[in-house]
């Protein structure tokens, strides 16, 4: 069974950094696109950034372009999130997610496994 924890969120003041982790379990993902995705209070889950299979690839919203790196160790079946410089508009729930596939994506339904999520609260 296919298994995502996130950890590392946590209250922040603005200018702050934060890194998250991705915990994947139950196969090996090496070969899958992984992406984080984030939900602030009363918004849809947005895109945040993916990282392809072999990690030689990433891509990130414009928001956090700059600002946030994505990477994985394939060793350590992990992905991570560096966040710094962080807003209080980056507040909200991060959750990390796996796409059964090679290609990155940008779009929800085109990841197959999520994570429950971590809080991430920026301060002003």
């Known amino acids: 069974q296919v298994q995502l924890v996130e950890s590392g969120g946590g209250l922040v003041q603005a200018g702050g950094s934060l890194r998250l982790s991705c915990a994947a379990s139950?196969?090996?993902?090496?070969?899958?696109?992984m992406g984080w995705f984030r939900q602030a209070p009363g918004k849809e889950r947005e895109f945040v950034g993916v990282?392809?299979?072999?990690?030689?690839?990433?891509y990130y919203a414009d928001s956090v372009k700059g600002r946030f790196t994505i990477s994985r160790d394939n060793a350590k079946n992990t992905l991570y999130l560096q966040m710094n410089s962080l807003k209080p508009e980056d507040t909200g729930v991060y959750y990390c997610?796996?796409?059964?596939?090679?290609?990155?994506?940008?779009?929800?339904?085109?990841?197959?496994?999520w994570g429950q999520g971590t809080q991430v609260t920026v301060s002003s």
């Open positions: 139950g196969r090996t993902f090496s070969s899958y696109a």
């Open positions: 997610a796996v796409r059964a596939g090679i290609r990155v994506a940008t779009t929800m339904s085109e990841y197959d496994y």
């Open positions: 990282i392809s299979g072999s990690g030689y690839s990433t």
